[in-house]
């Protein structure tokens, strides 16, 4: 066929895209394609022709466009068969600049790229042409087409990263400094200086055109913060980077510690002061945060104690603190251990007590030890209790790494001391070690019962300690807390009250409801009679040698387990289950392949990095039952553990209160889509509440009566009292504080966010 001359160019041009609309139309793919071909075939200049074509599709949006995607797809394929009518110098430089509108546009943009070999032009003109994009505007535009071009270095990472903080773009974000640790630093420096509380993110978006209103509390703290840890730990970058951030999260330790020092009162002393002591330590900002901290919460003499402690010179202290400094000394402060010894005998009488001898609790710290402990735990037959401790993070980077491992057997306890110990050293050429071996040929057996409580945080210490231990062969393992669970469901189990009560009161008075037992703790008290006494629960495990309380409490928490399953064994229709209660269904997941934070980590907060979340891969189970609004009185109400929600991100004070009263919240975070709402809603059965305009889209994309739309001028009390009476939801004194009172799913460790005090329901 002749080429078509200049002069018919544009004729021909609007000949072939009638042509082509017309096949499209009538869905004949393979008649477009042919158009093309005879287009393509007969023109002067086949990469001019293509850009002409795509001018007169404006392909403005990618994704949505298939036609465009095709004429391209097809044009790529015709090119490599005919590789003469490549283009090249000065005329492929002038395409080059043509092609630039349509490359940041969806998924044309890899192919637009290797047709005119944008990656090898000139890297002033592309930059040329990136900021041109990011002046107009197309931000998003500008930054993938950086990325795509490798030209990041080149670019200023502020004015480049800022629109894309702005609009939430945190994936992008990431991807723009992947691979560049220069850009990561400067980023994290970013983040640190906009985690200020001088900072203002609505002035700044008005130096950036056709940025939408920011709103007051946009990019957070809390929201830089979990980028800025996130960056920290993908690429493993120095903290000293974000210093603010890292104060502002070690303030929040001590906020945390002082409310269970003082207002709690479930610290002991030793306890507390080592954490505040490691917390502060060589950090004079800190130091003058916890002087404060401590005349707010406890006494001036305490506060000045540690000002003499920190070394503060008297004119960086509070006036009320410097002016008693004169009349302290170090001798005359005693702990209050010492003030008000605790009477031993009274505490056997409320808490769980080690049932053997000291002498049978075996602290272990090499090879030579481990050879007797393997004798006694690896018998067929025999029931081990396995606990694990480790240092709270309190907030910090990274997962914990296992400081102890208790085994348990009858009569006999076995404490490994992992961090001082030389366990994980090599103990032959091949670089196995006998631990690794040990703790792998005891999960993989199944002629040894395995007991535990919560095991999904202990395996992933084990996992973040050692790289050996990943991989266990889990056989024969019964975590206890699934049978807690099916003991909970049993109304008839001997407990506490379970009569309905009214817990939506105003609980603003001084005989509100206390916070009851929960976790490992709760089911000793359930199967044993007495609670564990949890003291000492957040020691600084890492701190050698152990005190002789953490010892014993050690040995307590492995060896309750095996009293519990013994108890249970002996009389499990007392306790509404079945004779085989203790046998792992088929198919059933194993503890490891649990997902999210284990109940021993919610009771414990020692895994603060691990929020409640929503499983990626979670097996599917069948939704909760939900009873219709306007059911009629007769109809037996749920349970709060029977009833599941998804709160969207304006209702997180409702989620809060939810969880208070024992329901299961998930609630969305503030960069979230309203329509992952929607998705998690379906497959995990759970009901969304919303406000505003996002319910009417929700409601059309879920069941009947499974989107409920809460008054959000409403305070959470009100909005939970609608939301228990819409469902038939009631509530019992067993549910109450049965689930963490945090919005992450934790007593977090920066402290309540709620600001109210535990133990009483938010107001």
Known sequence: MESVGTGDAGHY????????????????VEQVKEHLRQFLSTADDPMTSLLDLLDHYNPTKGKGHALPALVTCEFQKWINDHPECQQSGLRLKKLQGRVFPLVTEGNL???????????????????????HLHHTGKYKEAAILSIKLNLQPDLDLEQMCTPLLLLDRFNLLEAYVSGHPKLQSQLLQMLDRWSDSSFNPRKLSKEYQGLPPVKPDKLNVKTLSKLAFRLLETYNLDPALCSNMINQRHLGTLKYLMYKRFVEKTMTQENWADHVQNTVEGNVWLQEQCIALLCRYSDLQTAGFWALKFGMPKEMLPQSVADILKDLHFDDQLSESQKNPQDSQARKKLFYQLPIP?????????????????????????????DMEWRPSFGGLGKPNVSLIQLAVKEEVFLLD???????????????????TFIKDLFASSGIKKLGYGMVGDFQGLDATDARFRGLELRSVVDLCEVHKQIQRNLNRPRAPSAPVEVLADAS???????PEKGLSLLVKDVLGKPLDKTDQLSNWDRRPLREDQVIYAAADAYCLLDVFETLCHAPDEFGLKPNFYEVAKGQASPKKGIGRSPRQKESGRSPRQKESVPKNKTAEPPPKVIPPNSSPQTKALSPREFSVICDNMLQGLGRYLRCLGVDVLMLENDDDHRKAAEIARRDGRVILTCGLPFQTLRSQIGEGRCFAVDSSEKAREQAVRVLK??????????????????????????????????????
């Open 509 to 515: 008075g001084d005989d509100c409801i206390q916070q």
């Open 726 to 763: 819409h469902f038939n939801v009631g509530v019992s004194l067993a549910d109450i504080f049965s689930r963490c009172q945090c919005h992450g799913g934790q007593l977090d460790l920066m402290g309540c966010s709620d600001g109210g005090r535990i133990g009483r329901l938010p107001t």
């Open 109 to 131: 943009m890899d192919i637009l790229l290797s047709i005119y070999k944008l990656e090898e032009a000139e890297r002033s003109f592309l930059l040329g042409h990136v900021t």
């Open 358 to 386: 000291r002498s049978k609790v075996h602290f272990l710290q090499n090879h030579t030890e481990l050879s007797g402990c393997r004798a006694a735990i690896l018998k067929d037959g025999q029931i081990v209790g396995v």
């Open 13 to 28: 041009l609007s000949q072939i895209v009638s042509a082509v609309n017309i096949a499209w139309a009538l869905k004949e």
């Open 418 to 436: 992992i961090l001082q110990g030389n366990f994980l050293q090599s103990s032959d050429p091949g670089g196995r070690s006998e631990l690794v």
